[in-house]
C-alpha cells in the first residue's frame, strides 16, 4: 500500500517565463483559465502546482501560508492540511481565541490554553485547526460537519521539524476513535501539516507503511513527469507578470 508526501514552497517560487509558460501547457484549458483569473499572483501559482492527479490514488491537496502540500495514499480515505502558525490579521491571541471558541471542544481548548507562552498556544491551536481540517477533508463534508463532533487528544510530544507523530487520537461523538490515523509534523517552523488517513469502503486490510515526512520538491520535479496538453500562449505571461504577489495586508504579515 503506497503512499506519497510532497510538498511545495510556492511562497518562495518566483517563475522563469519559460516555466511558468510550460506549466500552463500542462494543465487543461478550463483549469488554466481559473488560473489566469486570480487577482494575485500567490493564488496562481498555489493553483497551478496542485492541479492533476492520479486517479488510482485516494489524494488529498492543501494550500496555505507559503506551501501547497498533496497527500496520496493507496487503499484508505486522506486529506490534508497545512496552516502557517501566525496570528492572521491584527487580533491579539486571545481575541482570535475567542472567536475561534466554537470551532474547539472544552477539552480542546484547555489543552490549547495550558500550552506555555502564547507563541506555545497558537502552535497548539493549529495543530488542532490542522487535524480537524484533514479529518474534514478526509471525509469530504466541508462546511456541513459539526466541528464539536471530533475532538482531538493530542500525543504530549511536542512536534520537531523531520519527525512525523502519529500518536494524537481522536474521539468521534465522545467515543473513542481507533479507525482513524493522524500524521502531524511540521515543514518548517511555522508551517503545521496534517494527514488523517481513514478506511477504506472496501476495508483494505494491508497494514500501513511506516509515517513518511512531507518531500519538498523542486519546480523541476514537480513538473519532471508532466507532459503539454496545449500550445505554449505567451500572452499568459504578459498577465501573470503584472499580477501583484499578495494584498498588502498579507505582505506585511
Ligand atoms: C472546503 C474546505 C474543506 C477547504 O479547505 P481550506 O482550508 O479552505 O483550503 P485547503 O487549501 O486546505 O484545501 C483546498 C483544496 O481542498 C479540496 N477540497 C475542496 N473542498 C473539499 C471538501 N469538501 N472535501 C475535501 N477536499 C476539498 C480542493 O482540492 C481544494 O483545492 P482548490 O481550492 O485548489 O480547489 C474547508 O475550508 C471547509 O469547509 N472547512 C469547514 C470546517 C471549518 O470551518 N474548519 C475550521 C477549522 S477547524
Known sequence: MGSVRW??????????????????????????????????????????????????????????????????????????????????GSNSIPEFFRIMTRQFTAHEWSTIQSAGSERQQLAAFYRHWTLKESFIKAIGTGLGFNLQRAEFHLSPELLTQGKVLRQTKMHLDEEPDDLWIFEESLLDVDHHVAVALGPADEAGSAPLPPP??????????????????????????????MKAEAPQRQKDT
Open 7 to 88: 510538498g511545495f514552497r510556492c511562497g518562495s517560487w518566483t517563475p522563469s517565463r519559460s516555466e511558468w509558460l510550460f506549466a500552463a501547457r500542462c494543465v487543461q484549458q478550463e483549469e488554466k483559465d481559473r488560473i489566469g483569473q486570480f487577482v494575485f499572483a500567490k493564488d496562481a501559482k498555489s493553483a497551478m502546482v496542485t492541479t492533476g492527479s492520479d486517479p488510482p490514488w485516494s489524494f488529498n491537496i492543501s494550500h496555505q501560508g507559503d506551501y501547497a502540500v498533496l497527500a496520496a495514499q493507496q487503499g484508505m480515505q486522506v486529506g490534508v492540511d497545512v496552516m502557517k502558525t501566525t496570528l492572521p
Open 212 to 241: 513518511a515526512a512531507f518531500t519538498l520538491l523542486s519546480f523541476g520535479e514537480l513538473i519532471a513527469s508532466a507532459s503539454p496538453l496545449t500550445e505554449e500562449d505567451a500572452a499568459y505571461w504578459d498577465s501573470f507578470r
